[in-house]
C-alpha cells in the first residue's frame, strides 16, 4: 500500500542553524501539506502546497519557512535560523485530486537545542 | 482557537464493546471530517471520513455519524479491540469547495481492555 515517507525520523539542531526536513508523499497525489505537534499540543496546519506554489498558510509558517517541491518526487520543508519553540513533531501529508482525504507520514522529530 | 473540541480526554471501553467517540465543531464553514488514529511516535492514520451531505458513513468496525444541526460527529467501533488502543483525532476541512488545511481536535485517548 502507498505511503508518505519522511526522512530523519530525529533532527537534533542547534539554535539559529538551518534545517530541511524532507518527504515523499504518494506517488500520484497532487496536494502537499506539512503539519506539526508541539508536544502536548494539536496537531497544527503550517502550509499547503498545490502546482509548485503554496495554497494557503497558517500564521506560524513565517519567513523563516520555506517549501519546495525540488524534482518528481520530494518534498520539503526548510526552516532558515531554527528557534527553541520550534521543537515538535513535523508530519508531512498528501492528498489526491478531491483534497479530501490527507494521509501522513510517520513524522520527523526536531530538536532545537 | 477551538473549532474542533473533543471534550473527552480518554475512554476506557472492555474487549468486544463499542466505543463511541465524540467530537464538536463550531465552523458551519466545514464541509469534510475525518477521524484519524494516532500511536505515539507515528503519524497520525487515516481511518474514515464523511462529507456534510451525507449523515452516516460505515467501513467495516468503523461507523462516523454526522448531526450538522448540532454541529456533533461520532465514531463507532463496534466490536473494539485491544490493538484499537490509540489516540483518535476528530478533523475537519473546508474540502472540496474551500481550504483543505485540517483543523485538528485534541484527541481522545482509548484504551481498549481484555
Known amino acids: 500500500e502507498p505511503e508518505v515517507t519522511q526522512t530523519p525520523s530525529h533532527q537534533v539542531t542547534q539554535m539559529g542553524q538551518e534545517v530541511i526536513l524532507r518527504c515523499v508523499p504518494i506517488s500520484n497525489h497532487l496536494y502537499f501539506y506539512w503539519y506539526r505537534q508541539i508536544l502536548g499540543q494539536k496537531v497544527e496546519f503550517l502550509v499547503s502546497f498545490y502546482n509548485n506554489e503554496i495554497s494557503e498558510k497558517s500564521e506560524i509558517f513565517d519567513d523563516q519557512f520555506s517549501v519546495e517541491r525540488p524534482d518528481g518526487s520530494n518534498f520539503t520543508l526548510k526552516i532558515r535560523s531554527t528557534k527553541l519553540e520550534d521543537s515538535a513533531m513535523y508530519f508531512c501529508?498528501?492528498?489526491?485530486?478531491?483534497?479530501?482525504?490527507?494521509?501522513f507520514g510517520p513524522g520527523t522529530r526536531l530538536t532545537v537545542t | 482557537d477551538q473549532q474542533v473540541k473533543q471534550n473527552s480526554p480518554s475512554l476506557s471501553v472492555q474487549e468486544g464493546r463499542i466505543s463511541i467517540l465524540n467530537c464538536d465543531y463550531t465552523n458551519s464553514m466545514f464541509d469534510y471530517f475525518l477521524w484519524y488514529k494516532k500511536y505515539p511516535a507515528e503519524g497520525p492514520t487515516f481511518l474514515i471520513s464523511?462529507?456534510?451531505?451525507?449523515d452516516k458513513n460505515e467501513d467495516g468496525r468503523f461507523t462516523v455519524f454526522l448531526n450538522k444541526s448540532a454541529k456533533h460527529l461520532s465514531l463507532h467501533i463496534v466490536p473494539s479491540q485491544p490493538g484499537d488502543s490509540a489516540v483518535y483525532f476528530c478533523?475537519?476541512?473546508?474540502?472540496?469547495?474551500?481550504?483543505?488545511?485540517?483543523?485538528f481536535g485534541t484527541g481522545t485517548r482509548l484504551q481498549v481492555f481484555p
Open positions: 464523511i462529507s456534510s451531505i451525507k
Open positions: 478533523a475537519a476541512s473546508g474540502a472540496p469547495y474551500n481550504t483543505d488545511k485540517l483543523i
Open positions: 501529508a498528501s492528498s489526491g485530486p478531491d483534497r479530501d482525504e490527507q494521509y
